[in-house]
């Protein structure tokens, strides 16, 4: 049963990495911050995910659930995005889990964003 969760993962992730060519890496993080699973390009400029350690993702979490926090307000909040010199960090909810998906620059943010929504409310409805 593990593995076929840890196969399904690896399936999604992969998914994710395809919906453009300026995804630099994808990984999947439980609600302590514990990362369960993680896919890369090898060759594009990305952040050194080695060195993340669980209250970076711990950090990630916090603010998916504070978006949470105003659904009843907003609406569903989908995705938390922020930036850095060299690339940009999208989170979103996904179960009781948060998928974080790193990118290049080279992208539009909230067209980005709105595809990797689409495609996890897709697979959650599935």
Not at 69 to 98: A, C, Q, T
Request: net charge neutral; charged share 20%; proline share 3%.
């Amino acid at each position: 049963m593990v593995f076929t969760k840890i196969v399904k993962l690896d399936q999604f992730c992969k998914s994710i990495m395809a919906v453009d060519r300026n995804v630099c890496s994808v990984s999947v993080i439980d609600n302590n911050g514990k990362l369960l699973h993680s896919v890369s390009h090898r060759g594009l400029m990305q952040p050194n995910l080695e060195k993340w350690n669980d209250s970076h993702y711990m950090e990630c979490v916090f603010d998916i659930s504070m978006g949470g926090k105003f659904d009843e307000l907003y609406g569903p909040i989908r995705y938390h995005h922020s930036n850095d010199e060299n690339f940009m960090m999208f989170s979103f909810p996904y179960n009781k889990s948060v998928i974080i998906v790193t990118s290049t620059k080279k992208i539009s943010p909230i067209a980005f964003a709105t595809k990797i929504s689409n495609k996890i409310i897709d697979s959650v409805e599935q």
